[in-house]
């Protein structure tokens, strides 16, 4: 599975196969992103993202680790959780993974529908 990973100004594509990853290539963001395209920042991204159903998300932002479909949303809105619990469940390659609150908190918004399909770095939810 190819992933590319853009930090501090440079976007690092890396193939990862049974269980080990090798670096392809290092580019600059300029070059290596086209200008009409949006930059797929790492899992966990600052706060005040903008979901895919148009609201605004506050607080701290977890996204989708791996491409997949939303099969099942475990938390609501304004729900109080805590660390470790699952929020989003995703299933690709016919797993279910559990994507859980990085810590305790109170859910400030859901980003995604069950049934939805994800990406990596798509907003799921965020805490405040």
Same mark, same amino acid.
């Not at 190819?2 to 930090?7: F, P, R």
């Given at each position: 599975m190819?992933?590319?990973?853009?930090?501090k100004g440079k976007v690092y594509e890396v193939v990862v196969e049974r269980g080990e +990853?090798?670096?392809?290539?290092v580019n600059d963001v300029q070059k290596a992103v086209p200008a009409a395209a949006p930059v797929v920042a790492a899992p966990v991204t600052p706060p005040v993202n903008v979901a895919a159903s148009g609201a605004a998300l506050s607080g701290e932002t977890v996204s989708s680790p791996l491409p997949g479909v939303v099969v099942s949303v475990? +938390?609501?809105t304004g729900e109080q959780v805590k660390k470790g619990q699952a929020v989003v469940?995703?299933?690709a390659m016919k797993m279910e993974n559990e994507i859980v609150a990085p810590r305790d908190g109170k859910v400030?918004?859901?980003a995604v529908d069950k049934g939805a399909k994800v990406d990596t770095g798509t907003p799921l939810f965020s805490l405040e």
């Open positions: 190819k992933y590319d990973v853009t930090l +990853a090798m670096l392809v290539s475990a +938390a609501k469940i995703i299933e400030a918004a859901i």
